[in-house]
Structures are given as structure tokens and as C-alpha cells.
């Protein structure tokens, strides 16, 4: 066979061949857009001529001023020095908003904006907001001193912009406008001289003693600081598909004539509709209907003042529609036949109203979230057959059958509800209320109860309320309890209801289909607070396979001795803190750990607080030989340890106590 040698010439590109510079400028400004900020994108074009020349003409534009930080976490003493070089570097990228797009408005037609953000209110590394806003005071983690150069008429020109440039994506967010910010300031500067005019002496405990005889005047607490009212008007988007609007109490308009044809996505939050107008809510219900916005998806409506009525026609593709905070709201009228989700929270005027009403048409809703609801006089909701989950229902623990007379009503109804929240609150219950509890219907179909238990303005027992409630749901494979009040510790009340009936403890309850038990904020030393209701729920429960203990240590006798063996755990997760004082954790931890023999995954996540104990009276540390015990866990395969600190407290004893008991295949710590 003959052999050939085919030689190929092949030349090697040159070493410092441009060869991104060759792409076209479709993909060039494809690949531009991928970087997260304007800034990088304009640093990205200097090298080369062809490449500013693209700076115009990018399709995303993404302006954030970024996550706040204190003086102190970059080692800075001056902290005055500091936060002016922070306000420095806000306006610097307020002023660069407004040249680019300037500049981009200049460019012409056919410059159209994909993505466009605008973010100046400062977040938290993984994105939250890190700061809360208020008419009367501000809730700042971070002062925003950029807010005085957030004028409306710079907000305007924005809006302005979005109405005519941008066809996808619209981000504003914006801290307290100038006007606002300067009325929050004099109110405040009028608070601070009326308190040290006013202050006698102040205790070692913080607490003021005032002047005797004098309360605050009109003009300090109540008077809203009068504002020159300008207003920015919502855009008129025709392209843009998705809009977020945090406006910083902005005053703005609704546009009497315009739609929303593309859009999916609509959030307007801190903003407060023009009263001039006097028919702006009507004017934003249509503009947020089938007629105006046909491809609606999602709607959330936050923290928005001057919504009285609220009318919404909504087109079937409507499927999120989210109403909190807002605190004008009397008339809610809301027609979605697609609607799967509706959260009503905050509104509070709308249950307390004489006048307000609520008619709901939602035949397909699944998830009714209902903080506010009004009474059931004055309620109409065709869809409470489908709904499947209610969150954060409000129930009453005594007084008036109409306390919850609309809760009760929405359970009756919405009999085919499988996930429950309820908040339940426990108030004073003198001779003459009533145990309204059990006005509330059995609830057959609830698999997964969660229950929030507080008692916020008094101290009372818990538990007992709590039980009568858990006895309506018998047919409950999840259960999570959250004692989220702090005062509902002691009753001192000596004829109140709140522990009703004392053998509450003892009664029966049928929980043979639960599986998983979250107690949250669990006090072993304290048995008014939760180990009576954890007792009673363990003791009717057939089958545990998961419970996690989120507990606290504290003062008092071991209650510990009250929880029942439980055989059939099998994962156990705990959470262990300690609020007041250090304490030692691990023997709470091992006396829990002998109640649950067959564990086979084991998670312990000890929280600040469990340290060294200083008080030698206090119990948590016995008894004495608790390192010595016998725990028979011979099934544990895994155990998951988080917070260890070998050097601070006896977590380590804890780690040789397990180990000595298991053959365990995995441990983390």
C-alpha cells in the first residue's frame, strides 16, 4: 500500500488576537447583560472604542446602591466620617441613573431596556430588606442620608423613562421620598425637644419619668407633619411585563386612560394614592383588571395608603393576588375565576368597619391566608369549598361568640381545608365570658395544624386552650406549636379562665394518625408554658416518627420527669437555646434523649445563650452524674451536631455521652 504524508498548514492565531472584538454587536450586548451592575458594564466598555460605543445600547441596566454596613465592620472610628462617604457614593450612582438615561433617550428609537433595576434602599447580603418604613418614626437599620436627593421629579422622569423604553422587566425601589423624609425628620426633631423639656429623671432600668402632669401634646404624637403634596403618576406600559414598585410614600396618581397588555407581574408597596383625585382606588382597580391588564399572573398591593374600594375584575390568568397593609381599605369586591392564592392581612379597618364589606368570587382558590376578614353579615365567598390550606386565622380563646364569629364561619364553610395556621390568642377570661373555642367546628379533614399561641399584653396559661383546640382536629399527621408571646408565662390573674378546665392535662384526644410533633420555644423548666400541652400530646399520640424540640432552659422544677417514653420516635431534632442567663443544656438534653430509645437520626442545634451557667442555685446543671447514665440508643445511626463549642461549656461531655451509647455510622459537629 502506498503511504502518503499529507502536511496541513496551519497557522496559530496570533497571541494577542482580539477575538471577542470580532463578535457581532448582537452577541456582544448579550454577553454585557449578564454582568450584575451598570457600573460593571461601563468599566467592561472602556478598553476599547467599539465597545463604549455599545455602553448606549446594552439591554440591562441594573443600578443598586448594595447591602448596608456599620462603621465599625471595615474598622472605621469615625463613624460621622463614614456614613457621609456612604451617602457620597448614593447620590454618585443617583447622579449616574440620571445620565444614562439620558444618554439613552438621546439615542433615539429602537433603544429599548429588557431588564431595568433601580434599587436605593440598602439590603442584606442574601438580599432582605434590612429596614422597615413608618409615616410617624422611621425603623432604619441603616440611615438612607441619600434620601434627600430622591426629589418626585427625578421619580417622575424614571417612570417616565419605563413608559416608553422598557419591554420586559421593571425594578424601583426607593426608601422614604425627600418630601416624606423631611416631614419624618421635623416630626421627629419635635418629638426629641419635647422629651428633654419634658424629662424629669431617667431610672437605671431606662425607664423616663416624666414631668408630673404632663402628657404629650397633639402636635408631638398625633399630627401628621403637613407635606407640600406632589404626586408621580404610574406608567402607562404598553411592553413591560413584570413591574415592582417600592416608592418610599410617594404620593402618586392612577392614569385615568391606558393598559397594561403585556404585563404578569405587578407590586406597587409604600405608596399612598392621591386624594386629590378623590377616585384613584377605583381608578387602580380597573387599571388592574381583565380589561386593562389581560395577562395579569400576580398582584401584590403592600403598605399602601388611600384604598378605600377596591374593585377588582380580574382576568382568569390572575392566579396571586396579595392585600396587606393596607389601612384605608373598607370595600373589598374581588372577582378572579382563576385565583389560587389570596392573602388579606392588615387591613384594619376592614374588620372593624360598620361599612366595610368583602365579597370574594374565587372558584378555584386553594390558599386563603385571612388576617383581616370581616363579619360574616357582611361576607360573601363563592370558592371556600376549594380551599384546601387557610393561614394565620385569627381564634379567640374567650369573650363575645362574634369575636369569632368570622373565623368560625370560614371553617364551616371551607370544610374540605387539609393545612391549618391559626393564631390563637389568649386574653383575660373573667366569670362571664365565654369559652368561645368551642364554637368552632370539628375539623376532620385537617392533616397539618399549626397553631401560634400568644398572650401578648397579659401573662396567662396556654395550654389549656390549646388542647380544646388540637381536640377539633383528630385526624393530624403534622403538628407544629409556637408559643410566640413572651408574657404568657404566669397568670396573676386569681379569677381568670385561661388554665379552664384543671384536668385539662387528662383528657382524651384522639391523635392516632400523628406522625411528626414541631414544639417551638419549649420550656423544660417551666410547666405553665409547654410541657403540659407537649405531655398531653405524647401521651394520646399512637405513632411519632419526627419531633423537633425547639426548647429554652430556664429556672424552675424539673417537668422533664412529666414526658412520656416515646418508642416509636425514630427522628429527633432539637433545638436548644437558653434567653435569660447562660445555661448548661446538656443534661435538659440527655434527660429528653432517655425518653427515645429507638432514634435512628439524631439533630441537636444549640443556640446562643447555652453557656456556662453563673447562678449556683440554678438546677440546670443536675444532676451531678447526668454523664453517667445509661441511654439505651443502640438504633442511632446519625448524629448532626451544630453550635459546638468544645471550650465554652460541657457540649463535649455531651458529644462523649452519645458516642459511649451508639454505634453510630455518621457524626457531624
Not at 392588615?346 to 374565587?362: F, H, N, T
Request: charged share 25%; net charge negative.
Amino acid at each position: 500500500m502506498a503511504s502518503s504524508n499529507n502536511t496541513h498548514d496551519v497557522t496559530p492565531p496570533a497571541v494577542d488576537a482580539d477575538i471577542i472584538s470580532e463578535l457581532n454587536d448582537d452577541v456582544l450586548l448579550h454577553i454585557l447583560g449578564f454582568l450584575p451592575s451598570a457600573r460593571d458594564v461601563a468599566r467592561a466598555t472602556m478598553p476599547s472604542k467599539r465597545w463604549r460605543r455599545l455602553w448606549a445600547l446594552v439591554p440591562v441596566l441594573r443600578f443598586a446602591i448594595g447591602p448596608g454596613s456599620f462603621a465599625d465592620e471595615h474598622g472605621e472610628v469615625d463613624r460621622e466620617k463614614f456614613a457621609v462617604s456612604r451617602r457620597d457614593a448614593a447620590r454618585r450612582l443617583i447622579t449616574a441613573v440620571d445620565a444614562t438615561l439620558l444618554a439613552r433617550r438621546a439615542a433615539g428609537e429602537g433603544n429599548d431596556v429588557d431588564v431595568m433595576e433601580i434599587a436605593l434602599v440598602y439590603s442584606s447580603v442574601d438580599k432582605y430588606y434590612v429596614c422597615s418604613y413608618g409615616m410617624e418614626r422611621r425603623y432604619y437599620l441603616h440611615d438612607h442620608r441619600h434620601e434627600a436627593d430622591i426629589t418626585l421629579s427625578r421619580v417622575d422622569s424614571w417612570l417616565h423613562f419605563v413608559e416608553r423604553h422598557v419591554k420586559g422587566s421593571f425594578t424601583l425601589e426607593l426608601p422614604l421620598v425627600a418630601p416624606v423624609a423631611a416631614a419624618v425628620a421635623a416630626a421627629e426633631a419635635r418629638r426629641a425637644a419635647w422629651l428633654e423639656a419634658n424629662t424629669a429623671s431617667v431610672t437605671d432600668e431606662g425607664e423616663v419619668i416624666f414631668v408630673e402632669h404632663v402628657a404629650p401634646p397633639a402636635d408631638v404624637e398625633e399630627q401628621e407633619e403637613e407635606i407640600d403634596v406632589e404626586v408621580v403618576e404610574l406608567p402607562r406600559s404598553t411592553r413591560a411585563e413584570v413591574m415592582s414598585l417600592t416608592l418610599g410614600y410617594a404620593t402618586v396618581s392612577v392614569p385615568a386612560t391606558g393598559a397594561f397588555r403585556a404585563l404578569t407581574d405587578f407590586t406597587l408597596h409604600h405608596a399612598v394614592l392621591d386624594a386629590g383625585s378623590g377616585d384613584d382606588d377605583l381608578r387602580l382597580g380597573h387599571l388592574l383588571s381583565s380589561s386593562c391588564c389581560p395577562r395579569l399572573r400576580r398582584l401584590s398591593l403592600r403598605h399602601v395608603a388611600g384604598v378605600a374600594t377596591l374593585r377588582l375584575d380580574a382576568a382568569a390568568t390572575l392566579e396571586e393576588l396579595r392585600l396587606v397593609h393596607l389601612p384605608d381599605l373598607q370595600w373589598l369586591d374581588v372577582d378572579a375565576p382563576g385565583l389560587r392564592l389570596l392573602r388579606v392581612g392588615g387591613c384594619s379597618r376592614l374588620p372593624y368597619s360598620d361599612s366595610s364589606a368583602m365579597a370574594i368570587s374565587a372558584p378555584r382558590l386553594e390558599e386563603f391566608s385571612c388576617e383581616s376578614l370581616v363579619d360574616p353579615e357582611r361576607l360573601e365567598f363563592n370558592g371556600a369549598v376549594a380551599v384546601r390550606r387557610i393561614k394565620n386565622l385569627e381564634i379567640m380563646s374567650f369573650g363575645d361568640a362574634d369575636d369569632n364569629a368570622a373565623a368560625v364561619w370560614l371553617l364551616k364553610n371551607c370544610y374540605a381545608v387539609d393545612h391549618l395556621k391559626v393564631k390563637l390568642e389568649i386574653l383575660l377570661a373573667q366569670q362571664d365570658d365565654d369559652d368561645i373555642i368551642k364554637d368552632v367546628p370539628q375539623l376532620p379533614s385537617v392533616t397539618s395544624l399549626t397553631i401560634e399561641a400568644s398572650s401578648w399584653f397579659d401573662g396567662h396559661a396556654v395550654g389549656a386552650s390549646i388542647a380544646k383546640f388540637i381536640a377539633k382536629c383528630n385526624n393530624i399527621k403534622y403538628l407544629r406549636i409556637d408559643f410566640s408571646g413572651w408574657y404568657n408565662l404566669y397568670c396573676s390573674e386569681p379569677g381568670c379562665l385561661c388554665h379552664q378546665p384543671e384536668d385539662w392535662k387528662d383528657q382524651m384526644i384522639s391523635l392516632e394518625n400523628l406522625t411528626v410533633v414541631d414544639i417551638r420555644r419549649f420550656a423544660p423548666l417551666d410547666d405553665r408554658r409547654s410541657l403540659g400541652i407537649g405531655t398531653l400530646v405524647l401521651g394520646n399520640s399512637v405513632f411519632i416518627s419526627s419531633m423537633v424540640a425547639r426548647s429554652l432552659s430556664g429556672h424552675g422544677k424539673d417537668t422533664m420527669l412529666d414526658v412520656p417514653h416515646l418508642p416509636t420516635v425514630t427522628t429527633l431534632k432539637i433545638k436548644a437555646r437558653a434567653w435569660i442567663g447562660g445555661h448548661s443544656i446538656s443534661p435538659t438534653l440527655a434527660r429528653f434523649l432517655s425518653k427515645c430509645e429507638r432514634i435512628e437520626q439524631l439533630s441537636i442545634h444549640i443556640q446562643d445563650g447555652c453557656l456556662v451557667c453563673s447562678d449556683p442555685l440554678c438546677l440546670c446543671g443536675q444532676p451531678e452524674d447526668w454523664e453517667d447514665q445509661m441511654i439505651p440508643l443502640e438504633h442511632l445511626k446519625n448524629i448532626e451536631i451544630r453550635g459546638f463549642a468544645p471550650f465554652k461549656d460541657d457540649r463535649k461531655r455531651l458529644v462523649r455521652l452519645l458516642l459511649k451509647q451508639t454505634r453510630t455510622r455518621t457524626l457531624t459537629v
